[in-house]
């Protein structure tokens, strides 16, 4: 009987410590349907009186939202299938091997893994500029996020990889199959879940991503949803509540995959960051 | 040929194929622009030597002209301040978080993974609301800070210098209680339960309990989580960019913002880059210390 109301009151705790720790979510949302002059109001309203919905359609178009999406899903997309292709072989040859090499391997990723963007961008623009990437900006960003986030992506899979069990791949090459056959066909099913939660993570950091993609991209047709949020906010701006429509279509389609797959992506986190 | 191609599809060569494709484009797209930035450090840049790879090398003349900027010292000292507030804020409110979300009550494990949708939003929508919300006039920060009696005028977070790297910290805090919750209820959750129930046999209290199993048990997992909190923190530019852009006069500019403020506002390539090698060296002994302090995970 009173282990129920501890429960109960331990969840009340945790869901006004949630509420708390979510308000700035909320807040975005609000302000968003807020008119120009309940937005500047003091005391603020905690609940819209008049919710101006009309909002995200004029912002939408004011601002060429939908472009900017769409720059942002090609950047992304293409970040995670260079990934996904180059870094899941990668995984598992470093999930199947223990020996010095592997160790130095993973060490190295790992290394490469840390080094922060603002710093890496001063060589990889000149460079890019060197060799003539920059004319195609949306590759050389492709390229450099590849880069940058292939590491977490290789740690991630490779627990993945450990978990599937070799002996399964071992009785696929006793029955005849050659190692190619046996990866395809027995080893990348049986790791699907991992490399897909994985993918996703990769694809949501990689469309919320802004240095390499502010140093390189000048032409404002191919810039993401990040930059455009950017240029948006001046120093001195107080359309506060077009910013927040915008930012919330931008972040909306991320959130709701994130409820969707929570319970994967929290436990694909926490594998990876650990191991 | 033949033998390369069999090796390739049923032997050694398989896993050579798959590891050396990702590790050359990882050489070429991580570790080639690490050792162009080491070179460029000692060169002259501008913008009409950028396209050439023959530039003047000019010695250590780069980091003697950095060291003897007046504004290079505070920028450092900014950077310090930014990273040990924001580990310090994540790391005490996270592991608060984490402990009590490991009394384990039904939905405790839902709600506790509802935390990490900061860690998935774009970086520029945190430093958005975060600007909006650290408003001077007419944010809800202040409106809250007011109300409950602990400010009796108006906080300008963004402009007022004495506050705008706080600004910064307190958004980054925000964004990283989530990780290091979770990061430290894995840790937790590592813990045999039956060391406590001894610990409460012999009459140990709370804090007993938690300064005598909990610490030395997390030992390791604290260490990566600094470390890592450490890497994140140096590695945090969008929220610069988003509330403060630095400013205002530098008061809330740091390391890794001033590099690319450097190459990419004032076009000093080669300034940008001699910053980045220092912080780089920062961030890989960093690193070190998180790879050893996982390591015995790593080997398995």
């Known amino acids: 009987m009173s282990f129920a109301l501890r429960d109960k009151v331990m969840l009340v705790i945790a869901v006004l410590l949630a509420a708390v720790y979510l308000f700035p979510l909320y807040w975005m949302y609000v302000t968003a349907i807020k008119t120009g002059s309940a937005m500047f109001a003091s005391p603020p309203s905690f609940w819209p009186a008049d919710p101006q919905w009309s909002i995200y359609r004029s912002v939408w178009e004011s601002r060429n939202v939908g472009r900017y999406l769409w720059n942002s899903v090609v950047i992304a997309s293409g970040a995670v299938l260079m990934i996904a292709i180059l870094g899941t072989g990668c995984a598992y040859v470093l999930a199947r091997y223990r020996n010095a090499w592997v160790d130095a391997g993973l060490f190295l990723i790992l290394m490469l893994q840390v080094l922060p963007a603002s710093l890496m961008i001063t060589p990889i623009f000149v460079g890019f500029s060197q060799i003539g990437l920059l004319d195609y900006p949306r590759t050389a960003v492709i390229l450099a996020i590849a880069a940058k986030s292939m590491p977490f992506f290789v740690v991630l899979v490779r627990a993945t990889f450990m978990s599937v069990p070799i002996e399964l791949e071992e009785a696929a090459l006793v029955d005849g199959n050659s190692r190619f056959g046996a990866f395809f066909h027995i080893v990348l099913p049986l790791a699907r879940n991992g490399i897909l939660v994985s993918a996703i993570l990769i694809f949501m950091q990689a469309f919320g991503e802004f240095v390499y993609s502010k140093s390189m991209i000048q032409a404002i047709e191919y810039q993401p949803a990040s930059v455009g949020l950017n240029s948006f906010m001046g120093p001195n701006t107080n359309e506060w509540n077009n910013i927040m429509a915008y930012a919330a279509m931008y972040v909306t389609p991320i959130l709701a995959i994130f409820v969707l797959l929570q319970r994967r992506i929290v436990s694909g986190l926490t594998s990876g960051a650990l191991k | ?300």
């Open chain 2, 1 to 300: 040929m033949r033998r390369l191609l069999l090796s390739i599809s049923d032997g050694r060569g398989f896993d050579i194929a798959l590891v050396s494709v990702p590790l050359t484009f990882l050489f070429m797209m991580a570790g080639l622009p690490l050792v162009y930035n080491i070179v460029m450090s000692f060169q002259e840049v501008d913008m009409f030597s950028l396209g050439t790879f023959f530039r003047p090398f000019v010695g250590l003349k780069n980091y003697a002209t950095l060291f003897s900027m007046p504004e290079t010292w505070p920028i450092l000292k900014n950077t310090a301040l930014f990273v040990s507030a924001s580990i310090a804020g994540q790391f005490i409110i996270g592991f608060g978080l984490a402990l009590f979300f490991w009394t384990n009550f039904p939905g405790a494990s839902w709600l506790r993974g509802l935390f990490l949708v900061s860690w998935v939003m774009p970086g520029l929508v945190v430093g958005a609301i975060w600007n909006w919300i650290l408003s001077g006039d007419f944010g809800v920060l202040n409106y809250l800070l007011r109300e409950s009696g602990l400010i009796t005028g108006n906080i300008f977070w963004r402009s007022d210098p004495s506050f705008s790297l706080w600004a910064v910290v307190i958004a980054n805090i925000w964004l990283g209680i989530s990780f290091n919750m979770i990061l430290l209820s894995v840790g937790l959750s590592t813990i045999p339960q039956d060391l406590y129930e001894a610990a409460e046999l012999d009459g140990a209290n709370v804090f007993q309990r938690f300064f005598t199993i909990t610490l030395p048990m997390m030992r390791s997992t604290i260490g990566a989580i600094i470390s890592l909190g450490l890497i994140f923190t140096l590695q945090q530019f969008d929220l610069f960019a988003a509330i403060t852009a630095g400013g205002p006069n530098n008061s809330s500019n740091v390391a890794q913002y001033w590099a690319w403020d450097l190459s990419f506002r004032q076009y000093d390539f080669a300034q940008g880059a001699t910053i980045s090698v220092i912080m780089i060296v920062f961030v890989m002994i960093a690193s070190v210390v998180y790879v050893r302090s996982t390591r015995h995970e790593v080997r398995g």
